[in-house]
C-alpha cells in the first residue's frame, strides 16, 4: 500500500478486491474497505484476515483505501486497522527501521508515532486504543494511517477545514 503513487487511480484495485463504498467516519473522506486482506501489504509484511478472539463485533483487521471522490478514484493513502497483537509490532518495528525519522507521542494506550515522509509527500501516523474481549483481557486495536501530505479531512481543498496532522496533533500533541 505504500508503493501506490498518490493520485493515481485505483479504480482496478477497487474492482479486483471487491472493494466496499464507505466514507471514513473519522476523517470524512470517501473510502473503499474491505476486511479480506489476501494480497495487501504495507511494504514486505502481509496483511492478514483476522478477528480478535472473544472480543466485540468491531474488532477485526480492515484496510481502508482513501480517494479523491467515488469517480475519479485518485488514490489518497490507507487506513490499516488491526487487532493482531504480532502484527502490530511487526509493522510498528518495520516502520522505524525503513523511516527512522519519526516522532514519538505517549498517549494513555501507549506510543503514538508520526512520520513526515518527505521522498514520498506523505505522512504516515500510528496510533492504536485499547479494546476489552469477553474475559476482560485489554488488547491493541492499532491504526496505520497514511495519507498524501496537506491531506484535509473530508479532503476539503477549503483551507479553513483542518488537515489530517493538524487532528493528529489535536489528539496527540507533542510532549
Known amino acids: 500500500m505504500l508503493a501506490i503513487h498518490f493520485n493515481q487511480s485505483v479504480s482496478t484495485l477497487i474492482s479486483a478486491q471487491k472493494l466496499e463504498e464507505f466514507q471514513d467516519p473519522n476523517y470524512g473522506i470517501y473510502t473503499f474497505k474491505t476486511d479480506k486482506l489476501e494480497g495487501f501489504k504495507i511494504g514486505d509484511i502481509d496483511l492478514s484476515t483476522y478477528k480478535y478472539p472473544n472480543g466485540p463485533v468491531a474488532d477485526f483487521n480492515r ?22 497483537q504480532d502484527e502490530i509490532k511487526e509493522l510498528v518495528n518495520y516502520l522505524k527501521k525503513k523511516y527512522p525519522k519519526f516522532e514519538q507521542r505517549k498517549d494513555s494506550t501507549g506510543e503514538v508515532y508520526f512520520w513526515d515522509i518527505e521522498s514520498l509527500n506523505a505522512w504516515l501516523f500510528y496510533y492504536p486504543s485499547v479494546s476489552v474481549d469477553s474475559n476482560g483481557k485489554d488488547f491493541l486495536n492499532s491504526n496505520f ?6 491531506t484535509r479531512v473530508e479532503n476539503s481543498q477549503d483551507t479553513s477545514y483542518n488537515t489530517i496532522l493538524d487532528n ?4 496527540y500533541p507533542k510532549n
Open 63 to 84: 484496510i481502508q483505501v482513501y480517494v479523491d471522490d467515488r469517480t475519479s478514484q485518485q488514490y489518497l493513502g490507507f487506513r490499516y486497522t488491526t487487532v493482531k
Open 168 to 171: 493528529f496533533n489535536m489528539m
Open 145 to 150: 494511517l497514511y495519507v498524501k501530505k496537506g
